[in-house]
């Protein structure tokens, strides 16, 4: 009888345990929901299931494709994180790279508070902010090495790493339009809008793929950042006078130069309007980009919608409609059009408010890829607060301008704490699965063998 008993509890545990490893393989990437994701750890008050969690134990980092740049730059990656100490965490260089965007931020901040003054942008402050983008890039590059270095190479890795790509996203976009001078235009905003929508369709695609692209052919992520930075140190080069003249001038000023017999083609074929030729060099510029983010956002969807997954479970639908939210916070400045001199003088604090908002909404998809966990199409909580504020700001009359200033840097505090709150909340979850520590290192493992260019 007691041989019985033992054997049926035996069989019970057994099942129970198998049950439990069903659940957490369960990939509710195929599941479509609106609005009510399902519920998380600890009565719903954790970021992450626990199901969730163990999927994310079992994560495998699938890399993209190399480019030229990244194979010549690989053993200079290398060769610094050899000099690196073995006490120091992956997460911990992450960090430190990260902390560089921070300084270039709160420089550019002090000094271009709006984007829209391109003579109170000091070129060391450009040349700082070009040299803090490459630095940032490079330790980026070093964090993936030093964990394999010291054996700590984990799934928490990745969220921090594309996690602090995000935020920094901010960073660039500080830099740039402060020397640009495009703060309070509606261009500002379309740049910005673009960038995060892009990074964020990086993140969904790889939800439904498995696979995050950050290059195409031999262009991608370390010739964009990299570029970036030597942009700026160009910038900063030319002076202020030689900026101002620059981007302000053109496309006609340049246009010119094109030799007489191919002007005379080109204005024969009247493939050349008159508003092209009036546009500043600046505008131009922004327009090639904001071309370049259709194509890319065209292909991304091309590629999810066609992918084998989605296909065969009919996902298509359900995979685009999770574009709802970023798309509309994407474009809710323009809510704002009506009110003008918010969209001038509020430039820094809608563009954080905004920034803020997107990263909470990436760094939540970069997890729930991790975790196989479904995303709601309609983030709720996360846009509602935004969308009432904007409705506030636009409808309300009597506002002063100092009553905007607050409102919008109180969203802004709010927005910062949702995402800090959030992301405290799943790096806890992962942690204690993993039994290791964020930012040291809790079982020493001492020197790795591993590839060189890894």
Known sequence: MMTTTTT?????????DDDADDDADADGTLLHCWWQEPATSDQNTQSLTDAGV??????????????????AF??????????LPLWLAPNMVTTLGFSHLLLSYVTTWYYSSNFDNVVTMPNWVIFLSGYCSIAYYTLDCMDGKQARRTGQSSPLGQLFDHGFDCVGNLCHIS???????????????AFQGSLFLAFFMAQWEEYYTGELKHAIGNFGVTE???????FAIMNSLLGVQGRINFWSSSVADYYYYVPSPIQQTIDSLYVVPDWFLELEIKHFGLSIWLLMSVVLIGCSIHRVVTHELVTKNKLALSAVSKLLTPVVVSLSPFLLCSST????????????????????????????????????????????????VLLWLKC?????SRGVHVILGLTCWYYLYKLLSWSHSAIYQITKRLDIYCFTIKHPQGTQQYKKGM
Request: with cysteine; proline share 2%; aromatic share 14%.
């Open 8 to 16: 049926t509890t035996t069989t019970m545990k057994k099942e129970r």
């Open 54 to 71: 163990e999927n994310i134990a079992k994560h495998t980092y699938k890399s993209g494709q190399y480019t030229y740049l990244d194979n």
């Open 74 to 83: 690989n053993p200079l990656w290398q060769t610094l994180t050899d000099l």
């Open 175 to 189: 830099t740039q339009a402060g020397y640009l001078g495009i703060g309070g235009t509606y261009w500002f905003y």
């Open 224 to 230: 964009m950042n990299y570029g970036i930075g030597l």
């Open 341 to 388: 001199t918010i969209l001038e003088q509020e430039t820094r604090y809608l563009s954080l408010c905004q920034g803020l908002l997107l990263s909470y909404l990436t760094i939540k998809m970069i997890s729930f890829s991790m975790a196989k966990q479904s995303y709601a199409s309609i983030q709720i909580d996360a846009i509602i607060p935004y969308l009432l």
């Open 396 to 400: 309300d009359t009597n506002l002063t």
